[in-house]
């Protein structure tokens, strides 16, 4: 399974940017999807994480700026960042896993934490001057 993410740059606070993550080579049929992002000196945080029922999670941080799409045929996963922040500054990371069972609840989920996943991109670089 490869991940590779793209469309990070550098823009100025109020702007947009469009990441792409596309995922090949996986089998699953259940795939979730992720994007994370970690500030220099901080730890990597979850941005949004969406399964293959689209149900969507967003982070705190995120919410009503960020939108995430998938176009399946194409294996991809895009993350529109409007009203950029300086603090959106970041490595951004695309994830990759397929549900998993739970005993706890008897049933197929996706991962909860960032460290359940196992595929990662090498990320992609957005820069936001104030």
């Known amino acids: 399974v490869q991940v590779v993410e793209s469309g990070g740059g550098s823009v100025q606070a109020g702007g947009s940017l469009r990441l792409s993550c596309v995922v090949s080579?996986?089998?699953?049929?259940?795939?979730?999807m992720g994007w994370f992002r970690q500030a220099p000196g901080k730890e990597r945080e979850e941005v949004v994480s969406i399964d293959n029922d689209d149900n969507i999670r967003y982070g705190d941080s995120v919410k009503g700026r960020f939108t995430a799409s998938k176009d399946n045929a194409k294996n991809t996963l895009y993350l529109h960042m409007n009203s950029l922040k300086p603090e959106d500054t970041a490595m951004y990371y695309c994830?990759?896993?397929?549900?998993?069972?739970?005993?706890?609840?008897?049933?197929?989920?996706?991962?909860?934490?960032?460290?359940?996943?196992?595929?990662w991109g090498q990320g992609t670089q957005v820069t936001v001057s104030s």
């Open positions: 080579g996986w089998t699953w049929s259940s795939r979730c």
């Open positions: 994830a990759a896993d397929p549900k998993t069972y739970d005993s706890d609840i008897d049933s197929y989920r996706c991962p909860r934490e960032q460290n359940e996943y196992n595929f």
